[in-house]
């Protein structure tokens, strides 16, 4: 995987050169196009003819026209006109606008060729008239070429041009005189006539089939025969019988084969890219996106392009958050199938589950399986490939694999959708409170390894970000070699001080975790004789002694857990951790956060050993009582609501202070010290006093 900014993802293919199979395609159809031009040059043309150009819509046409008007451009004998069906609105001004555009090019002397200059410009006034003399006429599907009405037999078939008062029959016979005389041929090509309406698609051929008889005039008529055959049907007439009355010779362009669009989609991503930031290009998983997923969507150019114009767009409002290979597989399923992929925000818990990959629930059965057979339903046979390269946690409703939890991870370090945070900022474009952004973990993950560096990047994070950041970093720290294992997590307890303590559901775990686990992948990554030496040396760095506690959360061993490292190397820290603690001073004690559990810890292998006791300083008395005030979570069956309660760990005071006596003493030299205000009352103070008042009266919950 590459972490890029801008990626040449042609360069990434592998293959054939992308670069010879595009040239031989663009060949290909080059030498199409000249034969097709030959064609239209051999064609008779002495009562005119009309030469159709068919194809899906597309297909490349287009293209292929502009290739043949090339080739006929280079011969002295043609003339090219093109003419753009779009520009005419109406049945009442197709007529006169296709002759006016017609003498208009064939007037532009600097167009003309030179053999055909003289008579050129001879047949471009006589177009003219004949178009002034059809002005007053209105052309009538079915009917022909009719006089608008009354008056206009009147006023246009007896004095149609002024002083010359020419007949239409008269103009007509002229036209055709002169077109007969020419040195030559002209050549109109209409494109898109399959992008009309249904009435404009039967006018067009109406005018065709009125003027296709003019001499050495050549119609080439580019349209998807379905289309124009479905417009051209009504109760009287079949559309093809229709098109083949009027149709001398036709030529369907070739379906582009699919290997051909691999060069053109990779081509055209790397010019669409260029520059452009992006998340990280997973260059192992492209060829499987390209061949599986993208090819099979695409069968025309125009689809191609389509896609290519929208990729930028799509890249640069999702910067470095996703991964590249996904935002170019689901930018290709918005643009081919946007039904499906305006299915994805509905079914993002089903594609990209939070935690556990697969629960039973007789609930989710019936949306899962309506899910599924939509959703196959709208991909014609695409829905699997779009759920095994995209959402692999989704592959057991098709009846795939199972995914355990243990793969989110991974999934978000590499930004695919297939982790749900990703998936919901890709389907929202914005990061949920508490997120932080995906370059800012690139940053702090890029100085593992480099203790000094990391505490820098560390301390550079936002204190509101800081959690989640620490915990993206655990894929990272699964990677870091031997050698980088100390020096990173030194850098990562320093940052004890800034989470937060204690848990704040009934499922999470408590902050202090965040750094805990990087951590504790960081040992686990480590040999099995390399452990101890690395914790006791780690202990022996951190300078809180709460988070010396934590490290032995992790280290040490329980009666349901083996450590990581023996339990005599755990005795031997919890000693040196207790005689740390009796050598602290009050001053050092009043800045631990977990004095309450540092002293249990401490004390937890001999019970005889001197503690706090008794308390005399009225700072240590509530760091203690605050320590002292553990939270604890509920919630009633089928309802999200969590409470939360407080109680207070008062055998563990009674115990540390050496005697409820004791105990009371503390807290009444903690009340006259508030009095005194040498000591700063706090939120948590007040919940432990008050709890402390409740319980020396004997209440205990139940």
């Known amino acids: 995987m590459t972490d890029n900014a801008s990626i040449n993802v042609g360069s990434l293919l592998s293959g054939d050169d992308p670069i010879d199979d595009a040239s031989q395609d663009l060949l290909q159809r080059a030498g199409l196009a000249d034969a097709f031009a ?8 002495k009562h005119g003819a009309v030469v159709a150009l068919t194809g899906k819509w597309g297909s490349g046409k287009t293209s292929l026209a502009n290739l043949a008007c090339r080739s006929l451009d280079a011969v002295d004998d043609v003339q090219v006109v093109k003419f753009n069906p779009w520009f005419f609105s109406g049945t009442d001004q197709l007529m006169r606008f296709f002759f006016d555009e017609l003498a208009g090019q064939l007037r532009n002397g600097r167009r003309l060729k030179d053999k055909l200059k ?7 006034e006589r177009l003219g008239n004949y178009s002034a003399a059809l002005s007053p006429l209105k052309f009538v599907p079915g009917a022909g070429v009719v006089l608008e009405g009354a008056n206009a037999v009147a006023a246009g078939t007896s004095k149609l041009l002024g002083e010359e008062q020419v007949t239409i029959h008269e103009q007509r016979a002229q036209l055709t005189e002169l077109l007969g005389a020419l040195p030559g041929r002209i050549v109109v090509f209409i494109d898109d006539i399959d992008r009309l309406s249904r009435q404009e698609i039967r ?3 109406r005018l065709v089939r009125l003027t296709g008889s003019f001499p050495n005039i050549v119609y080439v008529l580019c349209f998807d025969r379905e289309v124009v055959e479905a417009a051209l049907t009504d109760e009287s007439v079949r559309g093809s019988a229709y098109v083949e009355k009027i149709v001398k010779m036709s030529m369907e362009v070739p379906p582009l084969p699919t290997q051909a669009l691999s060069p053109v989609i990779a081509e055209g991503l790397a010019q669409a890219l260029d520059g452009i930031e992006a998340g990280p290009f997973h260059a192992a998983r492209w060829p499987d996106i390209l061949v599986q997923l993208l090819l099979p969507m695409f069968s025309t150019i125009r689809d191609v ?8 767009l ?10 590249l290979v996904d935002v170019l597989a689901l930018e290709a399923l918005r643009v081919r199938y946007p039904a499906a992929h305006a299915m994805l925000p509905a079914a993002a818990d089903l594609l990209a589950p939070t935690k556990t990959m697969y629960r039973a629930s007789t609930d989710r059965a019936p949306r899962e399986k309506a899910f599924v057979e939509e959703f196959t339903g709208l991909l014609n046979g695409q829905a699997q490939p779009v759920v095994h390269l995209l959402f692999p946690a989704a592959e057991r409703l098709f009846g795939g694999s199972n995914y355990g939890s243990d793969w989110i991870p991974s999934w978000e370090r590499d930004r695919r959708v297939a982790c749900s945070t990703v998936l919901n900022f890709y389907l929202h474009r914005r990061l949920p409170t508490g997120r932080a952004p995906a ?3 690139d940053e702090v993950a890029h100085c593992i390894g480099d203790e000094s560096a990391l505490e820098g990047a560390l301390g550079q ?3 509101a970000l800081l959690d989640d950041t620490l915990k993206r970093l655990v894929p990272h720290c699964r990677d870091a070699p031997e050698e980088s294992v100390l020096p990173t997590a030194a850098a990562l307890m320093r940052q004890l001080p800034r989470v937060r303590l204690g848990s704040t559901g009934m499922y999470s775990p408590g902050g202090e975790w965040a750094v805990l686990s990087p951590v504790s992948v960081l040992l686990l990554s480590l040999s099995s004789d390399a452990v101890a030496p690395t914790v006791r040396s780690l202990f022996h760095g951190i300078p809180s002694l709460y988070g010396k506690v934590l490290l032995l959360d992790i280290a040490a061993g329980r009666p349901d857990r083996q450590g990581l490292i023996p339990e005599e190397s755990a005795r031997l820290l919890r000693r040196e951790l207790a005689s740390q603690l009796r050598a602290a001073g009050p001053e050092d004690l009043a800045g631990e956060r977990m004095l309450l559990r540092t002293v249990l810890v401490a004390t937890a292998d001999a019970d005889d050993l001197p503690v706090l006791e008794p308390v005399l300083d009225a700072r240590v008395v509530a760091r203690l009582l605050e320590s002292g005030v553990a939270p604890v979570h509920s919630q009633t069956m089928g309802s999200v609501a969590v409470h939360t309660k407080k109680r207070l760990m008062w055998d563990s005071l009674v115990r540390v202070c050496g005697g409820e006596v004791h105990l009371a003493e503390a807290v009444a030299l903690l009340h006259q010290s508030l009095q005194e205000e040498t000591v ?6 007040v919940a432990a006093l008050a709890l402390y008042e409740k319980y020396a009266t004997g209440w205990r919950p139940e």
């Open 38 to 45: 030959v064609e239209i040059r051999r064609t008779s043309a």
């Open 118 to 124: 003289s008579a050129g410009r001879a047949v471009s």
């Open 203 to 205: 006018d067009l051929f």
């Open 305 to 312: 392009k389509r896609y290519l114009a929208s990729v930028p």
């Open 314 to 323: 799509a890249v640069r409002s999702l910067g470095s958050e996703v991964n």
């Open 439 to 441: 370059a800012g973990i």
């Open 461 to 463: 994070v936002p204190e």
């Open 680 to 685: 700063d009352l706090n939120e948590d103070l």
